[in-house]
């Protein structure tokens, strides 16, 4: 990482948009056309597993102040087969929230119920209920193979062979929940709304109206945090459909309570492994099968699971079996790194079962068996463009002091009679790396500055504010000369694709980028004549274009833009997966693989009177390739250390076992953790830079690998009361009757 750079990586910066967040000015969805829309409310089926008979809505739209209703005859999201209590069965317009509340109280549904299951052991014995989800069936295995499993096995001295699960069933509970304002002009729909893939989603939007795109116009500004739930077409679809019934603009915000029904969760998980190693400490088999309950949607999210095991730790025989389970619960989704932080959850402890019987410490085991940068990816054969995995281990292990406070599972005690422990995680997968193509636009103004249209949303982190450090760098402008122009508007952006799999840094990092150097072809051609030197001798640094072998030769970026003779727009997009430079004897230009690289480690008491649990230290350590955005980075590392904390010891749906109705749809009793419940003070976020071989500037993403080492807190846990839980969350419950247990 030698490259002189004068904007990327500058701690100093700030977020681009922070003061339209800070003071409110930043436009969400709901914040669009006020006092002129109608308000929607939904009603739910009161059965897990049925078909509607009939609906009857006759006292709905006899309600003054009701101005449209939708069913599943006339809405193209809504069906009659039932899959899940709280289902959507009808939705109602009116003009107020409370209005439309009672209306949907009104619909009267009648049912032919089927039997349901909610248990996913259940759901796979002889005789189970079938869920409806998958035909003559509630589940199905798939499985890979590695080496030769049977002879890993049988080299290995210590095998640990354990069950383990199953994980927490959750909603993501975004701070804002799903939400569209939708509005019709003639044929053409009108859409604002908080979106991860503006233009994915008004392909979704115009495929169930049956309309063509460039009658969608979809506009994604404001995104109150997605973590994979704001993909999809569903609550626009709603509005749309009302809002052309009402001749009316529609907002449908979905209530707290109707986020936590009837949007995506993340899914419970078990698994069964067995993993051998020789005496001295290396690995020789993984046998893993990992279960999923994906739900009453059956996403087979759970394939992932594998993948923490596979990726990780360098093992030559493996046999990678997954198996997808449908129950009669609300659907399930992506959550920010969908089957890996419970899959890591899980493996992570086998780890350590497997650490403690070869005799070496927890992170001696893991730096013996971690992948290293010059291997290549045990599946593909491909070469890794990057893999900070050992400095992020050894940065955190000395960040929380591992070699003077690591002690064998329940031996030391805190002053206070507390019980001491700590623990750590460490986790490779196929997260942050370069996803499909997509364009990007830049502006160059006459002043000398820029503009970038960014086709994506502000669904947080910063990936705006990242890709304004790439187009300032490269054209060699100020950080504060590049400013975000529009972005997350389908009709004047190029597509930016998802906010998803932590690829927009590294994927539109790179469109940015080959945007940048053709806006920057056009300055120096027309920088050239101003100059005197041929185009190919000018650099531009610092806000200044000059000749590369005589600085003192240069002219400013205002006054070669104040000359130009037509506007500058750059235009780019991203370039494939392969190397941008020598690894590893592997050539500039060989296809790759980009990993996403992370590890956490903690320091806890625990109360053996209580059972409750206080975060000493919590260290996070990611591999960002290179920090583009510093402060973004820092962000995103922090907060995943929360969401952390949140999957380890809080977040929880609770059904009722007989109806299948979710019993604590709020945030208060999903029990999301506040500041109350830990002091941010004892978090660091430590940046690994390993310079990426496939991304721009060397980057690549983070926001998933940041929140997938929770298991470090079960690992400390054990390191402190010598009792495993490995079905969270970890509640002092749990942990009390773990101590109670001989």
Known sequence: MNEELSVIGNPAHHDKQIVDIVTGSLDYAADNLPGKKLFVRTAGARQAHARVKSVDVSKAVALDGVKAVCTYVDCPVFSDTILYHGQEVAAVAAVDEETAARAAGLVEVEYIASPAVFDPDEAMQPGAPLVGTFADTNFYFREEYRGDIDEGLRQADIVVDATLGWTNYFQHGTIETCTAVCYWVGEHLYVRTGSQNPFNQRALIASALEMPLNRVHLVSHGTGVGHGDKHFRDWAVVAAVLSRKAARPVQYAMSRAENFINRTHQFPMKAHLRIGATSEGLMTAIDSTFYGDACSNGWPLVVEANDPLKFTYYCPNGSFKNCTIATNKPKIGYWRCIAHPPATYLSEIAIDMLAEKTGLDPLEFRLKNIVTPDMPDQDSGLPLSSNG??????????????????????????????????????????????????????????????????????????????????????????????????????????????????????????????????????????????????????????????????????????????????????????????????????????????????????????????????????????????????????????????????????????????????????????????????????????????????????????????????????????????????????????????????
């Open 389 to 742: 995995l050992r400095d992020c281990l050894e940065k955190l292990a000395e960040a929380i002091g591992w070699d003077e406070k690591w002690h064998q599972p329940a031996a030391f005690k805190l002053p206070d009679g507390r019980l001491h422990g700590i623990g750590i995680c460490a986790h490779i997968d196929p997260h942050g790396t370069m996803a499909l193509p997509v364009g990007a636009i830049v502006n160059i103004n006459r002043d000398g500055s820029a503009f970038i249209n960014d086709g994506i949303s502000r669904a947080g982190g910063g990936t705006n504010t990242a890709h304004c450090h790439i187009v300032a760098e490269t054209l060699g402008m100020k950080y504060d000369d590049v400013m975000v122009g529009d972005w997350g508007n389908t009709d004047v952006c190029a597509d930016g694709g998802m906010q998803g799999g932590s690829t927009r840094t590294i994927t539109a990092g790179a469109a940015f980028y080959m945007a940048s150097l053709d806006a920057r072809d056009q300055l120096f051609e027309l920088a050239a004549g101003m100059l005197g030197v041929p185009p190919e001798l000018i650099e531009a640094r610092d806000g200044r274009i000059f000749q590369a072998d005589n600085p003192s030769n240069f002219k400013t970026h205002l006054e070669v833009c104040y000359r130009m003779p037509y506007p500058i727009v750059g235009r780019g997009y991203t370039w494939d997966k392969k190397l941008q430079r020598q690894v590893h004897g592997y050539e500039a230009g060989s296809p790759c693989e980009v990993r996403g690289v992370s590890a956490a480690g903690c320091e806890i008491a625990v109360d053996s009177e209580t059972g409750q649990v206080e975060i000493l230290r919590f260290c996070n350590a990611v591999d960002a390739g290179r920090a583009i955005f510093w402060k973004g980075c820092q962000n995103q590392i922090e907060g995943g250390i929360e969401l952390m904390i949140g999957q380890a010891f809080y977040y929880e749906q609770i059904l009722d076992p007989v109806s299948g109705a979710t019993l604590n749809a709020s945030y208060l009793d999903h029990k999301f953790p506040t500041t109350l419940d830990f002091d941010c003070r004892r978090h660091e976020a430590i940046i690994v830079e390993s310079d990426d071989a496939c991304g721009p500037y060397g980057c690549k993403g983070i926001g998933e690998p940041c929140v997938s080492n929770f298991g470090a807190l079960a690992n400390a846990v054990y390191n402190a009361t010598g009792k495993w839980i490995h079905n969270p969350p970890i509640t002092p419950a749990k942990i009390l009757a773990s101590l109670e247990q001989a």
